[in-house]
């Protein structure tokens, strides 16, 4: 059987383009490269403030000091002043108690030196008749009882005891106690404008039973 040269013609180009289609299709896609996100360039988070805690580790303070007392005990009266004044003195952490009913409620204020003032150009060292560098223990009175049979003889008459200022020196094997009475409410102090000296009352200690 012949084949007309027409045909042949005409099958040539079909099968060219059947196989450039092919080759098309079966040509495989390259393949992706991933992209690579660059690293954020971010700090670490700061560490955390530790928080003290109280219960595991207290904290320790240094405590204040301490103001001693020059003297405590009982004390006869060995002047006129405290004989009029007090009586026999009972000298106590926070009172000091006449036997004639003189009572004063006290706190102290403070510890100084006989050459410190009390007021301008006035010495504890020469109202009280002691050594510059004796101590001197200053009380501030909260409150005040007057003698009971006579409360006029108080250390500042009807005015109101501001401090009373306490030293001690030995007289052989005797304690001598020295009271200051003060008016004024002002801190006895050489810029002290308000604070005078009322009496000066001596006292030795009682003979031991």
Known sequence: MRCSSSGSRLALPLFAAAALLLAGCSRSEPASTPTVQPEANTAPAPPAIPQ???????????????????ALGE??????????ATGTLTIADGEIVGSNGAKFTTERVALVNGDDQYTAGARFADAMMIEPRQQVELRHVVEETPPTDASGNAFCGTLKTGHLAIAKVMDGDVEQVKVLALSGQGLPAASATDVSACAMAEYRSLPKQ
């Open 52 to 70: 003290h805690d109280p219960a595991s580790a207290p904290v320790e303070r240094a405590a204040p000091p301490t103001l001693q007392a020059v």
């Open 75 to 84: 004390f006869a009266a060995s002047n006129p002043a405290a004989e009029s």
